[in-house]
């Protein structure tokens, strides 16, 4: 710290001010931990968005950890929503989708950023559209049919998102709730 003593003067009027002076090093921006934003969904009653890849990745499920619990993941499965009684607990979003491979590999000249960015777009549609239809369909007490055949939730969720939806979610805008997951 340095005290500095600054005088003014001019028209017969003198000023003097002292200041106290803290030099420190640049405080870096604190990284959020991946334990942070689980907290931050949980604390808010939001299901967890659970990214799976084909191959195992370090920090994310592959599909044969999705397979020996019961959770199917394929090139055709888009996300498995994890239902529990009547809670959503998580949201399995499958990053190896052929959806999401489409989707890149439309644009011309691919950079790293794009790349970023349309994963986090993909994440979020998917995310907040899977939450979006699964809130409405209980709140309105909806059953599911397909012809006679009854359907859970999980299935009709999981074959809306494998039609032509999630293509029309990812060349539509979405950019206020890609922020507002801070992926």
């Known amino acids: 710290m340095v005290q500095i003593k600054a005088e003014l ?12 002076v803290r030099i420190v ?25 659970r990214l799976v890849y084909q191959e195992k990745k ?36 499958n990053m190896d989708s052929h959806v999401l491979k489409s989707h890149k590999s439309r644009i011309k000249t691919i950079t790293e950023e794009q790349i970023k960015l349309a994963d986090r777009k993909y994440i979020a549609s998917v995310y907040f559209h899977t939450l979006f ?26 074959e809306i998102f494998a039609g032509s939806y999630s293509e029309f979610l990812l060349n539509f805008g979405t950019e206020q709730l890609m922020a507002s997951l801070e992926l």
């Open 9 to 20: 003067g001019g028209y017969g009027v003198e000023l003097e001010e002292c200041f106290w």
């Open 25 to 49: 090093d640049e405080e870096k921006p604190k990284e959020p931990t991946q334990k942070e934003e689980d907290t931050k969904l949980e604390s808010l009653g939001l299901p967890q968005p």
């Open 58 to 93: 370090e920090g994310f499920q592959s599909w044969d950890d999705c397979a020996a619990a019961g959770v199917e993941m394929d090139f055709a499965t888009v996300m498995h929503p994890l239902v529990t009684g009547e809670c959503l607990e998580a949201i399995f979003i």
């Open 133 to 158: 239809l699964y809130a409405t369909s209980k709140s309105k007490n909806y059953s599911m049919k397909q012809g006679e055949t009854e359907k859970d939730i999980t299935d009709y969720l999981k």
